[in-house]
């Protein structure tokens, strides 16, 4: 089965910090590296790496080289991505000690999309195939409407958050993956348990991943709930975890795996992504997560 992964592609440019800066101040770093990223390839990549045939869709700038590379190494399929005049996408991101980070978006060629280029792709995908999609490019609503329209099953990731989404037509959207502030941003409710019954009420069609962090990960679809508790791991730069995350997943679970199945696998590729420098550079290979899931099954 093929995924179309229509989304960001950026430059990161990671600084690592004591901590993180506060407004009106201003602190050193002791490093600065610059990685591949833009959830868009995160996930694509997350998604190649666990065996999925994944074709990226989205739009780079004139210094998009090292992002169609990326995609190359991985084994993404990159003929629907477009290279235009300008810049690529970036991202500024500290680093603090512990993992947590910040993050400063740049557009760039993410906010280019023509519907007439999105058209030419999904025409490539046939119906039953997936459409995953993020919140850093424009023109979601076109692709959900049209995706929708043509057949393809729809995956969306709403992040980062803004209300707009709320008017893309998420009853179209088959599978929701959600973090705990985005889940808050779309129910305004802060239980977890309140999100899923809001979210299941309002669209009865769509089953929900929601990431709790150290508290695991919920499948919430038709009455069915369950949780997988998260694993126990030192982490030193949480960027694209979550990505990794929705990568795995929907790996597994075009490849007929039973959704508890599909959070398990996921959550350990998040695991092992979260002990590692960078987003797309710190995804791990499919024989990676097998061996953790071998070597310390989940109970
Ligand atoms: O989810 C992590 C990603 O968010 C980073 O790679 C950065 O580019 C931003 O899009």
Redesign the pocket.
């Known amino acids: 089965m093929r995924i179309l992964n229509y989304g960001?592609l950026?430059l990161?440019y990671t600084y690592h910090v004591q901590h993180i800066v506060a407004p009106g101040e201003t602190v050193a770093s002791s490093g600065l590296e610059v990685f591949c990223?833009?959830?868009g390839l995160?996930q694509s990549i997350a998604l190649a790496k666990a065996g999925a045939s994944v074709f990226h869709g989205g739009m780079t700038g004139e210094d998009g080289d090292p992002l169609l590379e990326a995609c190359r190494r991985s084994g993404v399929d990159s003929r629907f991505i477009r290279r235009i005049e300008g810049r690529s996408g970036s991202?500024v991101?500290q680093v603090e000690r512990g993992g947590q980070n910040s993050?400063v978006?740049y557009g760039g060629a993410n906010q280019a999309n023509k519907p007439e280029f999105v058209d030419e792709a999904l025409a490539f995908f046939e119906e039953g195939e997936w459409l995953l999609l993020q919140n850093?490019v424009n023109g979601l609503d076109y692709m959900i409407e049209k995706a929708h329209s043509n057949g393809l099953k729809i995956a969306l990731n709403p992040s980062p958050f803004q209300e707009d989404i709320l008017k893309c037509g998420i009853e179209k959207v088959s599978l929701l993956f959600l973090n705990e502030v985005e889940g808050e941003q779309l129910t305004k409710k802060t239980e977890p348990e309140q999100m899923i019954k809001i979210l299941n009420r309002e669209y009865p069609e769509t089953a929900v991943v929601l990431t709790l962090g150290g508290a695991g990960a919920v499948y919430a679809a038709g009455g069915e709930v369950f949780l997988c508790p998260a694993r126990k791991v030192e982490a030193l730069d949480t960027?694209?975890a979550?990505?990794t995350f929705t990568g795995y997943f929907l790996s597994a679970l075009t490849d007929g795996k039973t959704p508890r199945r599909c959070l398990e696998e996921a959550a350990a590729a998040a695991a092992i992504a979260v002990s590692r420098l960078g987003?797309s550079a710190s995804i791990p290979e499919r024989s990676e997560v097998e061996k953790l899931l071998n070597d310390s099954p989940v109970r």
Do not use: F
Request: glycine share 24%.
């Open positions: 960001s950026n990161d990223g833009g959830k995160n991202a991101i993050i978006l850093e960027t694209g979550g990505d987003a």
